[in-house]
């Protein structure tokens, strides 16, 4: 039954439509990636990642701005979005996908809890959706919630347009 899982239905879709994917990580940790890459033949539509944890990486490898980091901080829709198209033009991708967060347990406040996550997919053809999500658990719950997230964001956006 491997073709339920949502890393075999994203590669499915990029393939059926000639897409090549990348990704952008900090909370996760190269978990989207490694998801995607579990499947075989992935190659195919896989480009490659950048796990940017630290502002400093953000910024030098994804072209994250400090105006943005300062302004609204590494975990926002701002920082997700411009994560995400850093690494799309780096990758010269048709699809990139980016999440940033906090995975607890600790590093929360009380404007920006654990949990908080913002997600973003944007496209070689303009397309920019960026998520908020709010996850409960432990550390490993949310890198997982938002692994899942982002895959399910990435084949509803692929198979939309």
Same mark, same amino acid.
């Given at each position: ?7 075999? &239905? =994203?590669?499915?879709?990029? /393939?059926?439509?000639?897409? +090549? =994917?990348?990704?952008? @990580? ?19 539509? =896989? /480009?490659?990642?950048?796990? #940017?944890? #630290?502002? @400093? $990486? +953000?910024? $030098?490898?994804?072209?994250? &701005? ?10 926002? #829709?701002?920082? $997700? @979005? ?13 699809? $990139?996908?980016s999440v940033t967060g906090i995975a607890g347990p600790s590093g929360g406040s009380i404007d920006k809890p654990v949990g ?11 397309? &920019?959706? =960026?998520?908020?999500?709010?996850w409960s658990g432990d550390r490993e719950a949310i890198k997982s919630q938002s692994a899942d997230a982002a895959l399910r ?5 692929? &198979? @939309?347009?």
């Open positions: 039954m491997a073709e339920t899982y949502l890393e075999v &239905q =994203v590669g499915e879709s990029l /393939l059926a439509r000639g897409l +090549k =994917v990348c990704s952008a @990580e900090s909370c996760t940790g190269g978990l989207v990636m490694h998801r995607l890459t579990n499947v075989p033949g992935s190659s195919s539509y =896989v /480009l490659g990642g950048i796990v #940017a944890y #630290a502002n @400093e $990486a +953000k910024m $030098a490898l994804l072209g994250v &701005q400090l105006l943005t980091l300062e302004t609204y901080g590494a975990v926002s #829709a701002e920082t $997700a @979005e411009e994560m995400a198209r850093g690494a799309l033009n780096r990758f010269n991708a048709d699809v $990139a996908v908080l996550t913002y997600l973003s997919v944007v496209t070689r053809t303009g397309l &920019q959706h =960026v998520e908020r999500h709010l964001t990435i084949l509803s956006v692929i &198979q @939309e347009s």
